[in-house]
């Protein structure tokens, strides 16, 4: 197996996790994994300063300083550590200061928090395989850009595995846009609800924000109109595993505690006036 | 003995409550016991600074499912923060959904 380099001018965190989830599965399948052209590779110091080279085990002298990344982006990080503290990490190192609740970050602290953090767990309990994340701050076009991938059995083998019955005479696409409908889960009962990918889903589209779902051969696309599309991938390609990524406008991410009661509310799983909890300051 | 308990979330599991198995493990070991002697369980989220639906509805729902909707006049959601209790209210729909309940609107 080779990977080429040479030709690449342009990469985004979805592209960048996909490949270590893949290379990660490879060498996990003893198949020999090369990676060429690393050298004339344009972005290079990119990839190695995201990370991505560290992450599927490989070496490299890097000529170039390591400024901090805090307030740009994530590097690929394995999910694997403790979903809360990865989360935090994560959310601190994209909207710094954040973590104080007055600070003007706050919210989208939250946002990434809760997005991360719900993704995460769907990776560490469904997939049987191995995750990673990184994200990006654009901040010319105001830009949120996150992705987590996993190398495991991808979303319609986790359905089949618990005999979810229509799981078993349909498509990659359209077991994807199910594990977008609320309560539907690959593992039922205690401690999942199946909620988790639905919110993150709404949460996106309430922040006009744009989502990428990849699982088998079956891909979900969610743009910042509102509109969804099922495709396939194209040429009989396959992911062995599931993608998720996302990309939000930062200010948008503000509103966070307004956004999730609204996802909440559209997902059908909290419904207006109907508080029941007795809440003290 | 006090009728009354009440559990630091900050406290025992951290300000950052992101992890279901971690709040089912919590609720059968630090409040179910007590739901069945106790008047009043308060839950304090003072000090948590976020959570997720995965922790919430594994801590919250499940009370619901496993002692009726009764348990709500005994429970007291303490501190929370906006956000915190939008995950509370959903949870505790979820609950009551799951314990038969009609959830009133």
């Known amino acids: ?281 | 003995m006090s009728n009354t308990h009440t559990v630091s979330l900050a406290e025992d599991c951290g300000s950052f409550l992101a992890d279901g198995a971690t709040a089912l493990e919590y609720r059968h070991r630090a409040i179910d016991p007590y739901l069945s002697f106790c008047e009043k369980v308060t839950l304090d989220f003072s000090g948590v600074r976020t959570a997720n639906s995965s922790f919430m509805n594994a801590l919250v729902s499940g009370l619901l499912e496993n002692h009726g909707e009764v348990v709500l006049k005994k429970l007291v959601f303490k501190g929370c923060k906006p956000a915190l209790a939008v995950l509370v209210e959903s949870a505790i729909e979820l609950g009551i959904r799951k314990s038969g309940g009609r959830i009133t609107a």
């Open chain 1, 1 to 281: 197996m080779t990977v080429d380099f040479s030709k690449l001018r342009r990469v985004v965190p979805a592209a960048i996790v996909s490949l270590a989830a893949s290379v990660h599965l490879w060498e996990r399948q003893r198949r020999q994994v090369h990676f060429s052209g690393v050298h004339e590779c344009e972005i290079l110091g990119y990839l190695q300063r995201m990370d991505f080279f560290k992450a599927c085990g490989v070496e490299m002298q890097e000529s170039f300083q390591r400024w901090e990344s805090k307030g740009r982006f994530v590097p690929v990080c394995m999910v694997t550590q403790p979903i809360d503290e990865m989360g935090a990490d994560v959310a601190g190192c994209l909207a710094p200061g954040g973590e104080d609740y007055e600070h003007p970050m706050s919210g989208l602290f939250d946002t990434i928090a809760y997005v991360l953090t719900e993704v995460g767990n769907n990776i560490r309990q469904h997939s049987g395989g191995v995750g990673y994340a990184a994200a990006q701050v654009n901040r010319q076009e105001g830009m949120i850009k996150m992705a987590l991938a996993d190398n495991g059995m991808g979303i319609l083998k986790s359905f089949q595995s618990v005999e979810a019955p229509w799981s078993m005479s349909t498509t990659h696409a359209e077991a994807i846009a199910k594990a977008l409908e609320p309560r539907i889960s690959c593992k039922a009962g205690e401690p999942n609800e199946g909620v988790g990918l639905t919110l993150v889903g709404e949460m996106v589209s309430i922040m006009r924000g744009w989502l990428l779902v990849v699982s088998g051969n079956g891909v979900l696309i969610s743009r910042r109109d509102g509109s969804r599309t099922l495709e396939e991938l194209p040429e009989g390609a396959f992911y062995q595993g599931t993608l998720v990524a996302m990309s939000f406008p930062e200010t948008a991410a503000s509103h966070y505690a307004d956004h999730l009661r609204k996802a909440k509310i559209k997902s059908g799983l909290l419904h207006p006036g109907s508080g029941r909890a007795i809440l003290e300051p």
